[in-house]
């Protein structure tokens, strides 16, 4: 059996499978946290007054979408900085940025598609290279770490400027430096630290010192007071009280009255 082909037929297959060509070149999908601009082939490159947000859109089958990341992302270094002294250390360090979105043409018109390496990697050096050269080791190694990011943001953020690129956070992780220089600001800062606790157990110890001073003053006071208050007078009437206290008791004994010193009763009893 002989099956014609009819006429126009392979004519419109042929058309059929352009159609499907040039729709899957002009569909894009622009996945979430990412962000798209148009290069025009036939215009003048880069579109640089829309950004396509997520999801599909269609594009001239000329025309490319260049899809980047949009959102938050970081980067992490290594560096080798000079001190303020001239020593060289090693600073590891970790960037948070993003690029501003509505301005996306116009960055990678200016910087290219490559634009961290382009723009942000020698920024976070030379920013990293001012502030680093203005501090010692031992600050850059203990205490100076979250005033050294903010400088370095700061530093960063100025030289970044209306380059429509946005740093949000800097975190200096660590710092090397060579190991005689590490271990004699260790040791140093040991030291400091022994010497605090040696001056802290003095201080103690003084505390205390006047606190037992202060004690056995007020003793002593209490005692002086006591004793200018107790006449013999005084002192009579309580041995009669006692005295009297003493009788009431079943044991045996004899109360002589007034046979003691300054008339006190003796109290002779058979215990």
């Known amino acids: 059996m002989e099956f014609n082909f009819p ?6 297959i ?23 601009v148009i290069f025009e082939t036939l215009g003048d490159g880069i579109n640089t007054s829309k950004t396509y947000g997520e999801g599909f859109h269609i594009v001239a089958p000329w025309n490319k979408m260049i899809v980047r990341k949009v959102r938050q ?26 690029p501003e979105l ?3 043409g116009s960055l990678i018109k200016t910087k290219g598609e490559d634009y961290e390496r382009e723009l942000l990697d020698p920024a976070i050096n030379a920013a990293a290279r001012s502030v680093v050269g203005r501090y010692t080791p031992e ?30 956070r800097v975190l200096v992780e660590d710092v090397k430096l060579p190991a005689t ?17 040696y001056e802290f157990r003095l201080v103690t110890a003084d505390k205390e010192a006047q606190k037992v001073r202060i004690e056995a003053q007020g003793k002593a006071d209490a005692n002086r007071i006591l004793s200018a208050s ?19 008791s079943s044991n045996s004994k004899v109360i ?16």
């Open 73 to 98: 992302q970081s980067i992490s270094d290594e560096m080798n900085v000079l001190s303020v002294n001239g020593l060289e250390v090693k600073v590891n360090g970790t960037i948070w940025y993003e």
């Open 139 to 168: 600050q850059l190694y203990s205490s100076k770490r979250d005033v050294i990011e903010q400088e370095i943001l700061d530093e960063v953020t100025k030289l970044l400027a209306g380059q429509f690129l946005i740093v949000k």
């Open 102 to 104: 509505e301005n996306l």
């Open 230 to 248: 107790l006449t013999d007078k005084i002192l009579q009437d309580k041995g009669i009280e006692a005295t009297i206290e003493l009788s009431k």
């Open 256 to 271: 002589v009255i007034g046979s003691g010193d300054s008339g006190m009763p003796i109290i002779l009893g058979n215990q």
């Open 14 to 36: 042929f058309l059929i499978v352009i159609v499907i060509i040039l729709f899957s070149k002009s569909t894009v999908t622009i996945g979430p946290g990412e962000g798209g």
């Open 181 to 197: 220089i590490k271990g004699a600001i260790e040791r140093k800062l040991k030291q400091e630290q022994e010497s605090l606790e």
């Open 7 to 12: 006429k126009g037929g392979f004519f419109f």
